[in-house]
């Protein structure tokens, strides 16, 4: 494994390769109680025997998105307790009895995120608190910021969260989906660095590239990608014939025939580098990811099977020209749109899930 190099004082060292939790009791993905209660529990703790110390999560992940609630909450700020939604805080807690088996002195960042919501300032004190406890160690190692321009101003959350971080609370701060300038506003709010920003990033997904990697660089900061393969679609086992089964990815625009048949060079490539290392496309892809020094990823992952396959990416160096030839090849890939006849349903739906997925 390899890790991030940041000053965390005598904190856990970030792993290039984290776990993402967004299916652990998430009834999108309907693995059910059986994978839950003893899958995910494997996946846990062979992560941290392979050296996976990041272990990302969030409060909101695990509840049940009933069309009302999705579309209450993709309005933006949440004006009733959202704690209050069927499986809330489930994700987390998964995740704190999964840690929890590991036993003392693990070593793990347990990282998890703080949904928005109306009045801001005092909501996240008590739910940075309630998920301090689901997540069984009393302690967040990352408290992010899901979705800081939904606040407006983000001063109420930063002074409680400050307050979180004098009392023990919280470790280290971090955003997610934010732009550079809510980034740079979170840690003007804070009086001190955000450590990190989540936010979607791969080989079809570039923008990060504009102006976040280069702010974290110059400040000592990182990026966390997530779905950093695109939920499968750079695995490059997909064709127009052959779609995913899962309707958290079917659905989705890059997996429309005429896209997945857009990728087809695409794909090509990722093969080809990927017979060159006697790897797989989704590691090259997730090797292409983690390429760069301020970057760490976080893939879920359904088996233990697949979390192995995840993390032996971090051992795949790719070389100048391997990474040259795998940026072209995504920067000629041209999705089509979705369709303006698609349902409203469906838009919205699209939109949640990948919102979630941060």
């Given at each position: 494994m390899r890790y991030l190099d940041l000053d965390l004082g005598a904190g856990t060292p970030i792993s290039k390769i984290g776990l993402g939790t967004w299916q652990f009791g998430s009834p999108e993905w309907s693995y059910g109680d059986r994978y839950d209660q003893r899958e995910a529990r494997a996946i846990v703790r062979r992560a941290a025997e392979l050296g996976v110390t990041l272990f990302d999560t969030a409060e909101i992940y695990g509840f049940a998105a009933r069309p009302a609630t999705v579309r209450a909450l993709l309005r933006g700020v949440a004006v009733t307790a959202p704690a209050g939604v069927a499986g809330f805080g489930r994700g987390e807690e998964i995740l704190g009895e999964a840690l929890g088996a590991l036993g003392p002195g693990a070593g793990v960042v347990r990282a998890t995120k703080f949904y928005p919501s109306w009045p801001a300032g005092g909501a996240v004190t008590a739910r940075a608190r309630a998920s301090a406890g689901r997540l069984g160690d009393g302690r967040i190692g990352l408290y992010q910021i899901h979705q800081p321009g939904?606040?407006?101003?983000?001063?109420?959350?930063?002074?409680?969260?400050?307050?979180?971080?004098?009392?023990?609370?919280?470790?280290?701060?971090?955003?997610?989906?934010?732009?550079?300038?809510?980034?740079?506003?979170?840690?003007?709010?804070?009086?001190?660095?955000?450590?990190?920003?989540?936010?979607?990033?791969?080989?079809?997904?570039?923008?990060?590239?504009?102006?976040?990697?280069?702010?974290?660089?110059?400040?000592?900061?990182?990026?966390?990608?997530?779905?950093?393969?695109?939920?499968?679609?750079?695995?490059?086992?997909?064709?127009?014939?052959?779609?995913?089964?899962?309707p958290a990815r079917a659905g989705g625009r890059l997996f429309r025939p005429e896209n997945l048949d857009r990728a087809a060079p695409l794909f090509a490539v990722l093969r080809e580098v990927a017979a060159a290392h006697a790897a797989t496309p989704a590691q090259i892809a997730l090797?292409?990811?983690?390429?760069?020094?301020?970057?760490?990823?976080?893939?879920?992952?359904?088996?233990?099977?697949?979390?192995?396959?995840?993390?032996?990416?971090?051992?795949?160096?790719?070389?100048?020209?391997?990474?040259?030839?795998?940026?072209?090849?995504?920067?000629?890939?041209?999705?089509?749109?979705?369709?303006?006849?698609?349902?409203?349903?469906?838009?919205?739906?699209?939109?949640?899930?990948?919102?979630?997925?941060?």
């Open positions: 939904r606040l407006g101003r983000t001063a109420g959350v930063m002074r409680g969260v400050r307050e979180l971080q004098r009392g023990g609370v919280v470790a280290e701060v971090g955003v997610s989906n934010a732009s550079a300038r809510r980034w740079r506003a979170a840690e003007v709010a804070l009086g001190g660095r955000v450590l990190t920003n989540q936010v979607e990033y791969n080989l079809v997904t570039r923008g990060p590239e504009r102006e976040l990697l280069p702010f974290a660089v110059r400040g000592g900061r990182a990026l966390i990608a997530y779905s950093p393969l695109a939920q499968g679609f750079l695995s490059a086992r997909y064709d127009a014939g052959q779609r995913p089964a899962n090797a292409w990811v983690i390429h760069h020094p301020a970057v760490a990823a976080i893939p879920g992952a359904a088996s233990v099977g697949q979390l192995e396959s995840n993390v032996a990416a971090a051992a795949i160096e790719l070389s100048a020209g391997e990474y040259r030839a795998l940026t072209a090849a995504a920067d000629a890939f041209r999705p089509v749109a979705e369709p303006r006849s698609q349902s409203r349903s469906r838009r919205v739906r699209g939109r949640f899930m990948a919102w979630l997925a941060a």
